[in-house]
């Protein structure tokens, strides 16, 4: 069993920045593959970006690419999302997600959910 909490969402502007925490506890959190998604308003949960247990594979949406970053740290048990450029229309509620399988972009994939930070990017 894995339990995620997600922390660090906010207000920004445009072109401003935000750092994603998410704290794991359960065993063997270590070995597990990581993602953020989001959901914003009216639309449907996507896949944001994906980390593999050792920390070296990622994998990233065209959208976000070149201005998101994912990285864990094993020690702490925590994963992180740094934004950086943000849009408008990266406003939604960031969700952390963990599954013992693969690194893959679609949420059934994923066991266990964190309950979400509003992230809010004003024009």
């Known amino acids: 069993q894995v339990q995620l909490v997600e922390s660090g969402g906010g207000l920004v502007q445009a072109g401003g920045s935000l750092r994603l925490s998410c704290a794991a506890s359960g065993r063997a959190f270590s070995y597990y593959f990581m993602a953020w998604f989001r959901q914003g308003p009216g639309k449907e949960r996507e896949f944001v970006a994906a980390?593999?247990?050792?920390?070296?594979?990622?994998y990233y949406a065209d959208s976000v690419k070149g201005r998101f970053t994912i990285s864990r740290d094993k020690t702490k048990n925590t994963v992180a999302l740094q934004m950086n450029s943000l849009k408008p229309e990266d406003t939604a509620v960031y969700y952390c997600?963990?599954?013992?399988?693969?690194?893959?972009?679609?949420?059934?994939?994923?066991?266990?959910w964190g309950q979400g930070t509003q992230v809010t990017v004003s024009s």
């Open positions: 997600a963990a599954n013992r399988f693969s690194m893959a972009t679609v949420s059934s994939s994923y066991e266990y």
């Open positions: 980390i593999n247990w050792s920390g070296r594979n990622t």
